[in-house]
């Protein structure tokens, strides 16, 4: 991968590479990019920061990880932030819910299960398969390994709106649904700093225990259930983007 990044740049001579969680892109430009900048929201990926030969290292404010920022900005990772089409929001949710028999009433939630060959969310792992059967939802499945396979996996900030809410045990997803506004249930051990940003929204819900069979876990899952009915009527409140103006200002516009 180095070798191939290094013959490209000599031909295609950059002055800045922009790294997103990749450090060997890094590794191979220096000496050949004058600037070389990390951005990354993983705090438990010490590996790769190690890793990263960077002359710039960007993160967000709510960063909780060793690493050392040169430049911060403010929410978490721009990919996170989808506009919101409150128009195709409403007419994709009346075709699902048609496609899937339900009446009107009925909440339709996206589920993500992860399947744990990451390198670092194996230990933060719930085993929630029993628990969430009780729980009074029709979930519609995205399992981590088809979507590995079908390439579906990038296009879950935008499938993420299609529904009432979102049950997960993926950081990344929980933090795409939350910013624009989708009742979401994370079901992890993991620690992030932009969970703690994000953990003050009154639509996100997150619970990080093993022990799902106790009255808590029952009594946050119908307060879930409840802020889904609510901004079914209301309306959902996206999180504001002070991300994307943060990175103009440093990088300016992007080129189409």
Do not use: C
């Not at 997103?20 to 050949?32: C, Q, T, V, Y």
């Not at 951005?39 to 030969?53: F, G, P, Q, S, Y």
């Not at 911060?72 to 990919?79: N, R, S």
């Amino acid at each position: 991968r180095q070798k191939a990044v290094r013959a490209f740049l000599r031909t295609h001579p950059v002055f800045r590479v922009i790294s997103k969680g990749a450090p060997f892109e890094l590794r191979a430009a220096k000496g050949l990019v004058a600037e070389r900048w990390y951005l990354t929201d993983t705090e438990v990926n010490t590996a790769a920061h190690k890793l990263a030969k960077a002359t710039h290292i960007l993160l967000p404010e709510s960063w909780e990880g060793s690493l050392k920022a040169t430049h911060t900005y403010p929410g978490i990772l721009p990919q996170a932030y989808v506009p919101l089409n409150s128009d195709a929001w409403e007419s994709a949710k009346g075709q699902v819910q048609k496609q899937i028999g339900l009446s009107e009433g009925d909440l339709v939630v996206f589920h993500r299960k992860l399947i744990g060959g990451g390198i670092h969310d194996s230990s933060e792992l719930v085993n929630y398969e029993q628990a969430i059967r009780k729980i009074e939802v029709h979930f519609v499945e995205n399992k981590e390994s088809a979507a590995a396979t079908d390439g579906s996996a990038w296009d879950l900030p935008v499938q993420a709106t299609l529904f009432d809410g979102v049950l997960t045990g993926s950081t990344t997803l929980a933090a795409e649904a939350v910013v624009q506004g989708v009742p979401t249930l994370l079901i992890s051990k993991a620690k992030r700093g932009f969970l703690t940003y994000l953990a003050d929204q009154s639509h996100f819900f997150h619970w990080n225990e093993d022990d799902l069979f106790d009255g808590r876990f029952t009594e946050m899952a119908n307060h879930w259930m409840e802020t889904m009915r609510s901004i079914r009527s209301s309306g959902r409140t996206p999180v504001i983007d002070e991300t994307r103006e943060a990175l103009f200002e440093l990088f300016g516009q992007p080129i189409s």
